[in-house]
């Protein structure tokens, strides 16, 4: 018996050419360019209308600009200057510092504990997070009423209440700390829950097991909120503070509604609630429509909050800081 064999040479394979299939390709550069694709909506959006007004601005303060008027002569740093040696501004930034202080550290460490509450195992706990965010959804006019009514001179709720324990009227809209605690108390309202619920998803991102074994070890809820529950968050605490310092630095509709007349947007008749934003819309428009000096002012006031916020990251990492992971295992390696 004979086996034949096939005695055809063997194929030489297909030379390499390099390329690659066009499949391969399109999905290489999607995978490549694709996420700034994703990305660059944001940065038009932000380049359009918040990058190019801001260079604007800038531009507009280094002339004379007058609103009403067609010409609009190059002065350079005049407005600066003069803005730096105005009283008035400076009075406005004060008030609007003692503002920002009275309302945001009231205001955030309410919402942490109002987070912590609503963290734990409650009946109709979906109800009550759902109630915190009323006050800022309700209209800001309307609070801003509703809050003139209640620190009124002669017929206010507040000044009645503190008549039932013996302290005298409160002028709150002509005495300038007053109005400052009466501003900083319509914020509190309106924004305490909002910040509530940050800290709340926050917290509920911490793993249970950490609280467990803090039970087993004998630690209270105190105990647990200052040990496991505020380092944690940390990184929301600094997000908040960031985001209130941009919102308290920048107070204008709470303290615009809060004091009526002939010229609101003073404050009070000797500015007593005028924040920096309502000076500058002062200057830019009605009614003396310098709109190179109203600018120079919006800068300012975004140079004071870089500071202000640059300093309140600095002071929580300081407060809050922790010893390296590595520093923490040699000193445990020592204990044992």
């Known amino acids: 018996m004979t086996v034949q064999l096939d005695a055809r040479p063997p194929v030489a394979p297909a030379p390499r050419t390099g390329r690659r299939p066009p499949a391969m390709r399109f999905s290489r550069l999607d995978t490549k360019y694709s996420p700034y694709l994703f990305i660059a909506p944001f940065f038009v959006l932000f380049g359009v209308f918040g990058a190019y007004p801001l260079i604007y601005t800038f531009w507009v303060s280094l002339h004379d600009w007058d609103l009403l008027g067609s010409n609009h002569p190059f002065v350079g740093l005049e407005n600066y200057s003069r803005l730096l040696a105005d009283a008035d501004f400076w009075h406005a930034v004060v008030n609007t510092l003692g503002i920002f202080v009275i309302s945001t550290i009231p205001q955030l460490l309410a919402a942490l504990w109002l987070a912590n509450l609503l963290n734990r195992q409650l ?20 609070v801003a009423i509703v809050f003139g009514v209640l620190f009124g001179r002669e017929f206010g709720m507040v000044n009645w209440l503190l008549d039932l324990v013996g302290i005298d009227a409160i002028a709150w809209k002509s005495n300038r700390f007053a109005s400052w605690v009466a501003i900083s108390t319509m914020v509190d309202w309106r924004w305490t829950g909002y910040n509530a619920l940050i800290f709340l998803a926050a917290m509920q991102a911490i793993p249970r097991d950490l609280y467990e074994s803090a039970a087993i070890d004998g630690a209270g809820r105190a105990r647990q909120f200052w040990s496991i529950t505020v380092p944690l968050l940390k990184p929301t605490i600094i997000f908040t503070v960031i985001i209130s310092t941009i919102g308290g630095l920048q107070l204008f509709t709470e303290p615009r509604l809060f004091h009526s007349g002939t010229n609101p947007i003073r404050g009070g ?10 000076y500058m819309f002062e200057n830019a428009f009605a009614p003396h429509y310098n709109f190179g000096y109203g600018s ?3 800068w300012l006031l975004f140079a004071l909050i870089a500071v202000v916020a640059a300093i309140n990251v600095l002071l929580l990492r300081r407060l809050g800081g922790a010893k390296p992971p590595k520093e923490d295992a040699k000193s445990k390696e020592g204990a044992r």
Do not use: G, H, K
């Not at 706990?125 to 009323?134: D, G, P, Q, S, W």
């Open 296 to 298: 120079a002012v919006a």
């Open 123 to 142: 009946r109709a706990r979906t109800t009550f997070r759902m109630a915190v965010l009323i006050p800022n959804i309700t209209s800001t006019a309307a």
């Open 269 to 278: 008749t000797l500015r007593e609630s005028q924040t920096v934003t309502m």
